[in-house]
């Protein structure tokens, strides 16, 4: 098993940074890709930015240039800067791992472990 917990949300204002930090605990050595996700009221979960365990991130397109994802292989802890925030960011940011629970030469097969989720909200 996998635990993850997240910290550094909070209320800003428009045009302010935050740095979210999720911290992996138990079978930390299956986890692959780490990343953030994030929901709004009246919305659906969505991926924000995720990072391989080499360090390749991805990001949406909406927080590309304002989002910076990170991750400490050694301390099993994904961060994600988010600078130039604006009210529509305001959401619960969720932390997620993949952890690998087989492989072959073709693919490989993947369990989702989540964070509790952290708020954060931006004000205009």
């Known amino acids: 098993q996998v635990q993850l917990v997240e910290s550094g949300g909070g209320l800003v204002q428009a045009g302010g940074s935050l740095r979210l930090s999720c911290a992996a605990s138990?079978?930390?050595?299956?986890?692959?890709?780490m990343g953030w996700y994030r929901q709004a009221p009246g919305k659906e979960r969505e991926l924000v930015a995720s990072?391989?365990?080499?360090?390749?991130?991805y990001y949406v397109d909406s927080v590309k240039g304002r989002f910076t994802i990170s991750r400490d292989n050694a301390k099993n802890t994904v961060y994600l800067q988010m600078s130039s925030l604006k009210p529509e960011h305001t959401a619960v940011y969720y932390c997620?791992?993949?952890?690998?629970?087989?492989?072959?030469?073709?693919?490989?097969?993947?369990?989702?472990?989540w964070g509790q989720g952290t708020q954060v909200t931006v004000s205009s």
């Open positions: 997620n791992a993949k952890c690998v629970i087989g492989s072959s030469y073709y693919y490989t097969d993947e369990r989702d472990y």
């Open positions: 138990g079978d930390t050595i299956c986890i692959s890709t």
């Open positions: 990072i391989t365990s080499n360090g390749t991130p």
